[in-house]
């Protein structure tokens, strides 16, 4: 407790107090910022949390007292990582735009089937049970023989029937001899919906007038919901 | 505050009584703060044990990354869902995501089944192939396509899930009614996690369930859709 001998001194320390007070209300008003609260806002919970370190990252948030457990924006603001800690969905919950692998394997005999129906009229496929995109579609095409001089095969991806998207060639093959393709989207570009069946026709190319071989390809979704 | 002039001891006192009105409101900021915002400072740990955020009525709080708006993890309103927008997500080192989605296929390979019973995965009714599950976890869907061949007469079919081959089976589709030839009939469902489980071990057994009549044969394709609990 100061123990005032004039009247100025009062006023000094009144001073020192409200400069104090303002150091204060400053941090709180920063503090109101970071979790979004505004003067209307009393619900008893903050909006929201808002984080970012500048240049180091985009900003963290630590578990288990520590820094090495974390869920944390990398720098250019485009990955959220969690690092040294699972992550799990508990309960009757999931992971909705998660990604799966659809895999086909054909061995096509002087034709170009369709993978599941083993038909070259009629596309069968598999049936989606959620809405999604395709991502990417793979191709390894292992080629035992062959009459002519050239060939190459695609992976072409049909929906219903249709094609959606024509799959870039392997190289030439020679047999016996296996050659490897891959073809990735971006998400949203070829769509699904529940109900869509996802099927591969193997696309012959090249002037081979006989051959066999065998085929494995893989279709990569998301899934949506 | 550049220009006090206490002229009166009521100017003294009406500041006084301002600065009280500043130490209450920054009272109860910091009370709101430590206590509904970043749990019970009664638990006396140096470090903040939850964050527990609302935006009643428009979200259910949200992180926002990055220093602006468009980066963010929100709870939304409805449907129990925690959105992340504006970022990839990415689980580092060995960690893993557990409780996340996996698509098993499986087609009869050109191989037809004559209308009866068969395992979709050897097209054949006396040589079983099945899934076998690394980890216990829920199937959350299906989806079974088939291509008649040789019909000559309608028939019903379904598809079928069994569980280690036997006992009552997992699932039971759709009732498919057969009745022209070079056609494809589908069928799907989906199911809440939880309520179809799988342990560690089990095998999960695709199959072409023959229900009564016809005269045709099926190529057939079957997705299973499942969450793995860890």
């Known amino acids: 407790m100061a123990t005032y001998t004039k009247f100025w001194d009062v006023i000094v320390d009144q001073l020192w107090s409200y400069q104090d007070a303002n150091l204060v209300l400053d941090s709180i008003d920063y503090l109101n910022l970071c979790f979004g609260i505004t003067t209307d806002h009393n619900t008893g919970h903050a909006p929201c949390l808002k984080l970012d370190n500048g240049a180091t990252h985009g900003g963290t948030i630590n578990w288990d007292g520590g820094s090495t457990k974390y869920l944390r924006a990398n720098a250019a603001g485009t990955v959220l990582s969690i690092a040294a800690i699972d992550f799990k969905m508990t309960g009757g919950y999931k992971i909705q735009g998660n990604r799966a692998i659809l895999t086909y394997r054909g061995a096509p005999v002087n034709n170009e089937p369709y993978d599941t129906s083993d038909s070259t009229s009629i596309a069968l496929g598999y049936v989606m049970p959620f809405p999604g995109s395709v991502l990417g579609v793979s191709l390894a095409f292992s080629l035992v023989s062959m009459t002519g001089t050239s060939f190459t095969e695609a992976a072409d991806l049909y929906k219903n029937g249709s094609l959606l998207v024509a799959g870039t060639a392997t190289g030439l093959i020679s047999p016996p001899g296996v050659e490897r393709v891959k073809d990735t989207y971006a998400r949203g570009v070829h769509t699904f919906v529940a109900g869509d069946r996802l099927e591969v026709l193997y696309n012959k190319g090249g002037d081979a007038s006989a051959w066999t071989g065998y085929a494995s390809a893989q279709v990569e979704v998301i899934l949506d919901s | ?230």
């Open chain 2, 1 to 230: 505050m550049a220009n006090f002039q206490y002229t009166t001891i009521s100017d003294f006192v009406a500041y006084q009584l301002l600065q009280y009105l500043h130490m209450n409101y920054l009272r109860e900021n910091l009370r709101y703060i430590a206590e509904d915002i970043l749990g019970n400072p009664a638990s006396n740990s140096d470090m903040i044990a939850q964050i527990t955020l609302n935006n009643t009525p428009s979200d259910g709080g949200t992180i926002y990354f990055d220093g602006g708006t468009s980066k963010y993890l929100r709870a939304e309103t409805t449907g129990d869902l925690l959105t992340l927008a504006g970022m990839d997500f990415k689980v580092e080192g060995t960690q893993l995501i557990q409780g996340d989605t996996h698509i098993y296929t499986a087609h009869s390979q050109g191989q037809l089944f004559v209308a009866a019973d068969g395992f979709i995965m050897t097209g054949s009714a006396s040589i079983p192939i099945s899934w076998t599950m690394p980890r216990a976890g829920s199937i959350i869907g299906y989806g079974l396509s088939i291509l008649t061949k040789a019909f000559t007469s309608s028939g019903t079919a379904r598809f079928t899930l069994d569980k280690n081959l036997g006992g009552s089976p997992v699932i039971d589709g759709a009732t498919i009614n057969i009745a022209a030839n070079n056609t494809v009939y589908t069928d799907r469902n989906t199911y809440t996690r939880g309520s179809l489980t799988f342990a560690a071990d089990d095998s999960l057994d695709p199959i072409f369930n023959h229900l009564s009549g016809g005269s045709y044969s099926v190529v057939a394709a079957a997705m299973l859709v499942v969450i793995f609990d860890t």
